[in-house]
Each structure stands twice: as C-alpha cells, then as structure tokens.
C-alpha cells in the first residue's frame, strides 16, 4: 500500500521533521482506504513523569471540520518557535507535558467528509447512549448512506480506539489533565462545552468546570466564549469523550481530576458574512476567505494559554476543600441548571 497526503498532512509531518529530538512523535494508528494508508500521528513534549499535568489536544475528528486541525498546526509552529527562546516556555514543560493528534479522522479530512471512511461518524462512535429528546442527529445505526452514522456497535472504529489510547496512556494517570477537542459548524457564537453530552445530568466534575469558568471570566472578562454542558444545545449518543469521562471516573473516582473540553468554532457567522459559501463543500465549517482563515488561526492562542497555566497552577479551580467543590457546584447547578 502507498501513502497518500494532503495538505494538513504534509504540514504536519514537515513539523514533526521540525521538531526533531524535541518532541516525542509516533503514529498510533495507520488507516487503510482504497489501498492507501493514512497515519494518525501523535506528538508529546514535555516531562515523561508520570506525575505532571497533561494537556492534550484533538482536532479533525470529523473531516470536514479541518480548521480543527489547521489551529492545532498554528499552535504547534508557535510552540516550535517557542521553544528557541522562550526560557519561560522551556521551564513550564518540565514541570507538564502536551500532547497533541491534529488529525485524528485522516481519511475524513483526505475526503472533506464528516464521518470516516466507513461511513462512521466517530463523535457518535462509542456505547454511550442518549436519553432525553433526541434526534437523527443524535445518532443512529441504520445506515452509513445516512448523516451521522454510530457504526458497528460490537466494536469502535480504529481511529476512535486510537484517541482513547492516547487519552489513557497521557491523561488518565495523571494528577490533572485537560483535553481539548477543535470542531466547528454550530451558531454564531464559540462555544467551550464539557459533559455530558448524552444527558442532561450534571457529570461529577461540575465544580472544576465551573472554577475553571469564573477563573478565565475573571482574566479575559471580554472574551467571546460561550462555556456550558454540551447537552445545554443538543443530546447526542456514542460521545467519546462522555464514554471516556466515565470509564475515568469507573478507575479513578474523584482522586484525579480530568477535565474534557470541546471547542465549538461557530462557523455559522463566517456562512452569515459570506452567504454563497453554503454551496461549498466546505463552505459551512472552514473559513474559506484567506483573512478570515489567520483570524480563526489567532482567536484561540489566548484560550491555550490560560489552560496551559490553569493546568500548572490549578488552586483557584482544581484542588479544592470539600467545601470549596460543595459551593462551586451549587454555583454551578444554579447558573446551568436552574
């Protein structure tokens, strides 16, 4: 079998050519397509302690939502300039570690199509299943000629079985982790969601999040960020990281604190700004004008950085007494459920 590239591709592996002995890259999963192989790679950089805090960032889960991918290669040719001078930058990675899959739907992205290519849309993928008022999009196992197909439920496709590797091996022993997952195409607005995204039911980590919220409300009162549940817009099934919050929770209880985010570009105002770019195939999830592009390349290195430093100095929102989670969480339940 041949490989097959495409641009994000060929950036990325031009970056990991770049980083060299710097960062840790592997490729976890290779995917087969019309005799092709496709890599998913990953990068770590940072401390190999098992003890220190994880970042973690996901893009390109579904393929047709590439800018995902693209902020996360913005990010990571930044760091690498970081890296030559930035002795601030340096000392933070040895005390922490990142870890970055900037394309974890290769075949999707190749393609310029949501689902894989076995028709499976990996964000409905797992054995999670929804309760509540749900819909087609919600998921279904009819068929894969259908949108947002949930695949074979005996067993999880290879590129979703190979994020939860890589979250089990980084994140799921350490003391404090955040992963961030990069999509895009709902409303106008940006969107920060946390679990669950199959219930309506507060997940257990309520009070971290919403510490984690006053905190960055506090540094960035203008900021443009929506921050809520998932299931405050819609409910879905076979969520990944509802599936794999769980399974943390099932080995860890609340000892470890471990924290998904998935940010929500909302590519809806570019669509509003540019109408006819509805009759693009990526016209209503990519920036298809060049400066909104570097715009949308931009927008979130400010957020990065705050995760960064929450994740280092995680005593305003992460270790909490007893009574600082009880009252967080009523917050919480308050601002978000009431």
Known sequence: MENRSFPELDQLEALIRQFGDRAHCEIIEQISYKDTQF???????????????????????????????????????TILQLLDWDQEFNA????????????????????????????????????????GNTRLYSGQRFSAKLPWYRGDESKMEKEAQ???????????????????????????????????????????????????????????????????????EYVISGDLWDYLYDDFID???RQRVFLPLTLEMGSWLWLRKSPTHLFQRHGLFHPLLPHRQQRIMRRHLTLFDFLYRSLLYPQKWATLTSQQQEHNRQQAMDFWYA
């Open 39 to 77: 890599p998913i790679h990953c990068l770590s950089l940072g401390s190999n302690s098992p003890d220190v805090p994880v970042l973690a960032f996901f893009g390109g889960v579904h393929g047709l939502e590439k800018i995902g991918s693209e902020v996360i290669l913005a990010y990571l040719q």
């Open 162 to 232: 190979a994020l939860c590797r890589v979250v089990h091996k980084h994140l799921f022993n350490a003391p404090l982790s955040i992963a961030i997952d990069l999509h895009s195409g709902f409303g106008i607005h940006d969107r920060l969601w946390f679990p669950y995204a199959s219930c309506q039911t507060p997940f257990p980590g309520i009070a971290e999040a919403y510490g984690l919220k006053q905190l960055f409300d506090r540094c960035y009162p203008h900021h443009f960020y929506k921050i809520e549940p998932m299931s405050q």
């Open 251 to 253: 080995r860890h209880g």
């Open 92 to 131: 933070r990675l040895q005390h922490s570690r990142l870890v970055f899959v900037p394309i974890v739907n290769p075949v999707g992205v190749y393609r310029g199509t949501r689902c894989n290519g076995h028709g499976v849309d990996l964000m409905r993928n797992s054995p999670i299943e929804s309760s």
